[in-house]
């Protein structure tokens, strides 16, 4: 989570994947919320590594897409075990089944995500903002997001090489996202 203005925070998305890496696709309206483990059970029941902040918020899920092609599956029923979620989905109904979804990303809605608190972003919205300073000097693009623990980090990629801006309420002064622009204050030492 990061810390932009006003105690804001952008939301990871893929940081808890079985795999430990992201998708290579994405799509619009869609989050990033897991990769399936593998089966558990004979039922079809689904292992699911979770990718969210609150792993509680995968079990309030209606209904969830699989794979590069979004296949729509409704949740009959959602848990939490052992770090883990276990999903049963609608037409996934034996262990073989399941079994073809091992290594599948899970994805849900943006409606059905919990709601962003003021200032609160998700990472794929802060990706590609223009990065300007307080005195209106460009400094690039934002190209990444790090997570340290403390506080994310924005990598911004520019004319001058790469900038590493932590994402504190000191450096971040505003976001828009419907101009496409992060305004910085660059403390000492940030160049």
């Not at 001058?160 to 504190?168: C, D, F, S, V, Y």
């Amino acid at each position: 989570m990061s810390y932009p203005p006003e105690g804001g925070s952008s939301q990871q998305d893929s940081s808890a994947l079985a795999d430990g890496s992201a998708p290579t696709q994405t799509h619009t309206g869609h989050q990033l919320i897991g990769q399936v483990v593998g089966p558990r059970g004979v039922h079809g029941e689904l292992k699911v590594a979770i990718a969210l902040q609150d792993p509680q918020s995968f079990r309030l899920l209606q209904q969830v897409f699989l794979g590069d092609h979004y296949l729509r599956f409704q949740v009959v029923r959602a848990r939490l075990h052992e770090g883990q979620a276990l999903v049963q989905l609608s037409g996934i109904d034996d262990r073989n089944a399941a079994e073809t979804w091992r290594g599948a990303y899970v994805y849900g809605t943006r409606e059905e995500a919990l709601p962003l608190e003021e200032d609160e972003y998700y990472c794929e919205q802060l990706q590609g903002l223009t990065v300007v300073t307080v005195e209106g000097e460009v400094l690039g693009r934002v190209t990444d997001i790090l997570a340290t623990g403390a506080n994310d980090v924005y990598v911004v990629q520019g004319q001058a090489g790469e900038i590493l801006l932590p994402a504190i309420k000191d450096v971040i002064v505003r976001i828009s996202l419907d101009e496409g622009l992060m305004v910085v204050r660059l403390l000492e030492g940030l160049r």
